[in-house]
């Protein structure tokens, strides 16, 4: 008689893990800048390009960038996706939003910054889907209280 196999059991749980990120000199100087309501690039002495985030060395040169210039709170959509469900660590207060990626006027292609579009109602999907476009141009809205991070950075809006 063959022996008969037991399923494999599951418990379920849910896990989170606290942890710290040092950030080094080059972020640290990028996020003060956030709160002044500034966009701090660095700019690759070889190449000439400009890098938002701002990086310590060229990922094309692999040369140090030690020169800081301000950016444009303006750019373009090059991504977006509107995101209408729950998933871990978002509540449903938080949703529906619109995550995006923004290339800034003057910084060069390949870098752009990671965030959200707001400013108007984006419950209204009819409306989301007339107002963001890939190309629209948008303009940072600053949180009042800023500290240093990227959710300094309260939303960036549609200029129309």
Same mark, same amino acid.
């Given at each position: 008689?063959? @022996?008969?196999? /037991?399923?494999?059991?599951? #418990? !379920?749980?849910? &896990?989170? +893990?606290?942890?710290?990120?040092?950030?080094?000199? $080059?972020?640290?100087?990028?996020?003060?800048?956030?709160?002044?309501?500034?966009?701090?690039?660095?700019?690759?002495?070889?190449?000439?390009?400009?890098?938002?985030?701002?990086?310590?060395?060229?990922?094309?040169?692999? @040369?140090?960038? /030690?020169?800081?210039?301000? #950016? !444009?709170?303006? &750019?373009? +959509?090059?991504?977006?996706?509107?995101?209408?469900? $729950?998933?871990?660590?978002?509540?449903?207060?938080?949703?529906?939003?619109?995550?995006?990626?923004?290339?800034?006027?003057?910084?060069?292609?390949?870098?752009?910054?990671?965030?959200?579009?707001?400013?108007?109602?984006?419950?209204?999907? /009819?409306?989301?889907?007339?107002?963001?476009?890939? &190309?629209?141009?948008?303009?940072?809205?600053?949180?009042?209280?800023?500290?240093?991070?990227?959710?300094?950075?309260?939303?960036?809006?549609?200029?129309?």
């Amino acid at each position: 008689m063959a @022996e008969q196999k /037991e399923k494999p059991r599951k #418990v !379920a749980s849910m &896990g989170m +893990v606290p942890y710290e990120m040092a950030l080094g000199p $080059t972020w640290t100087r990028f996020f003060e800048g956030f709160k002044e309501k500034k966009i701090l690039g660095t700019k690759c002495r070889k190449c000439g390009r400009i890098l938002v985030p701002a990086r310590p060395f060229c990922p094309r040169c692999f @040369e140090p960038m /030690e020169e800081w210039v301000e #950016v !444009a709170q303006e &750019g373009t +959509v090059v991504t977006w996706s509107y995101v209408n469900y $729950t998933y871990f660590g978002v509540t449903p207060d938080m949703i529906p939003v619109i995550g995006a990626t923004i290339k800034l006027d003057g910084v060069d292609c390949g870098t752009g910054m990671w965030t959200q579009i707001g400013g108007f109602d984006i419950k209204d999907f /009819e409306l989301v889907t007339k107002k963001v476009k890939v &190309g629209a141009k948008v303009r940072a809205v600053w949180r009042r209280k800023r500290q240093g991070n990227f959710r300094d950075i309260d939303y960036w809006k549609i200029i129309e």
